[in-house]
C-alpha cells in the first residue's frame, strides 16, 4: 500500500517502482532480495540503506533480522515498528561511509532519512555503526541520532561521541 502509493507520486519522473533508499535502481534488483531474505548486503552502506528501505515498506521484520542479536533486537524491531507506522519516510540521503566493506568487519554511515509525522517533514540525522557477525553478515550494532527540520551541515559527526549501543532508527526523545 505505502509502495503503490509512493509509485503513483513518483510516476513520470523516475522509473515506476524505483526503492526508496534512493539508489536509482528498482526495488526488485535493489534492497528486495535482502528484505525478502534471499541475500545479505555485502557492504554496511547495503545493509543501511536496506533497512532504510523497510522503515519505508514497513517491513518490520526484517528491522529485527539485522540488529546485532545482542542488542535487544525484539524491544528494537517493536519500537521500530510503532515509528514506522507513525511516519512517512520520503527520502534518504547519505552523507559518508566509512569502511565496511568487502575487507572490513566494522563501519559507519552517516545519513540523513526525511520523514513526515504529525504533519511535519523531519530529518533524521544518524551515525550508525555496523559489524559483521559470525557468519560475516553486516549486523547494525548501533547508531546516534538526533532531528532536525533541516540539516546545515554543522551538527555533523558530534552525534558520534554519544553512542549508545542498541541505539537505532528511533524517533528522538
Ligand atoms: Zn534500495
Ligand atoms: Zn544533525
Redesign the pocket.
Known sequence: MIASARNRARKGTIPVNT?????G?T?ET??EPYIAGAAWPPTAQTLM??RY?AYALGKIDYLGSTFAPSSGAAAHAKTAGEWAAKAKFNDLKVVSASKGGSDDNMGTVEFLATYEQDGQTWEHHEVSEFARDGQGHWRYIAGDSHRHARWTGTCHTEVRKSMVAGGGLEPPT
Open positions: 526503492c526508496p533508499c534512493g539508489s535502481r526495488y535493489c534492497c540503506r536496506a528501505t
